[in-house]
């Protein structure tokens, strides 16, 4: 079976010890393509060396609603630069996050030197990534917690790729599925559905149409706790490294989900891939 990750983190420190055997393991498993999402400026020229180096990466670049509050005045020109030179390359990770402003502690070590951007500051910078991804028509990879009315007034004020763009780990509600199926989403699912109290996740990835699905690890987060699995230890501030391997694990948890075989959903999701991360 050829196995796509549509979404992932490939390039966090994390990971980096590990590559070389991370990318002889998505190779045994039959990897074909993962897309890589750097959040930040700093992280766009990590990601970019990447590309050149694995076959496999499809870049994507962005700024995320967790980093805008720390982005530079000329972050629009440095994001444009890449996309430009990249043919192949995409915008994200992207989107609104109302937990960070709400919800957050401010002991939170995840947080550590960021100015925590209001939410109408995250739409705007949203708004002029959604509309470069519009411009360029690649497709947009989208990060929303707690903010899925803002997410969709952005999307219908805002021009969106052609091509469509990606809910990704969609934890929205399912009532809106067909909605923003309508506007042009897919569904990326991973392994945090698998959790008790995501009873509501997973029926929006039952509800989802099959041409609109998709798998990701976001590794190194969300690492598996069933044995036999892919492993890399711990990181340095003790959390789990989830190894980018345990896509496996995430088709297994979808086609047990929808109730098909794993083979025939690797086909139908290599399908909506293809359709939304191929050739510009």
């Known amino acids: 079976m050829n196995l796509y990750d549509a979404h992932n983190h490939f390039h966090f420190d994390a990971l980096a010890p590990h590559?070389?055997?991370?990318?002889?393991?998505?190779?045994?498993i039959g990897l074909r393509a993962a897309v890589v999402n750097g959040t930040c400026e700093d992280e766009w020229p990590v990601v970019a060396s990447l590309a050149r180096e694995f076959s496999w990466l499809v870049p994507s670049?962005?700024?995320?609603?967790?980093?805008?509050?720390n982005r530079t005045p000329a972050w629009r020109e440095k994001l444009r630069a890449p996309l430009t030179a990249e043919p192949q390359a995409h915008v994200g990770e992207i989107g609104l996050d109302?937990?960070?402003?709400d919800g957050a502690r401010p002991d939170d070590p995840r947080l550590a030197g960021l100015r925590i951007a209001p939410l109408a500051e995250q739409r705007e910078v949203f708004a002029a990534q959604l509309a470069l991804a519009a411009e360029l028509n690649r497709a947009a990879?989208?990060?929303?917690?707690?903010?899925?009315?803002?997410?969709?007034?952005?999307?219908?004020?805002?021009?969106?790729p052609a091509r469509g763009f990606l809910l990704h780990h969609y934890s929205g509600p399912v009532e809106m599925v067909k909605t923003f199926v309508g506007l042009g989403a897919y569904f990326s699912y991973n392994l945090a559905a698998e959790q008790p109290q995501c009873n509501a996740e997973r029926a929006s990835f039952l509800a989802a149409p099959p041409d609109r699905l998709m798998v990701e690890t976001d590794a190194p987060a969300y690492a598996p706790t069933e044995p036999g699995t892919f492993s890399l230890g711990l990181?340095?501030?003790?959390?789990?490294?989830?190894?980018?391997?345990?896509?496996?694990l995430a088709y297994a948890s979808l086609a047990r989900l929808r109730g098909v075989t794993i083979a025939s959903l690797a086909a139908?999701?290599?399908?909506?891939?293809?359709?939304?991360?191929?050739?510009?």
């Open 235 to 248: 990181a340095p501030d003790g959390s789990v490294i989830n190894h980018p391997a345990n896509l496996t």
């Open 141 to 160: 990879s989208i990060h929303c917690t707690q903010a899925f009315g803002p997410l969709l007034e952005v999307l219908r004020t805002t021009p969106r």
């Open 61 to 69: 670049y962005g700024i995320h609603p967790w980093d805008c509050g």
């Open 268 to 280: 139908q999701t290599e399908e909506n891939f293809h359709r939304l991360f191929g050739p510009a």
């Open 98 to 101: 109302r937990w960070i402003v």
């Open 19 to 28: 590559r070389a055997q991370v990318d002889a393991d998505l190779r045994s």
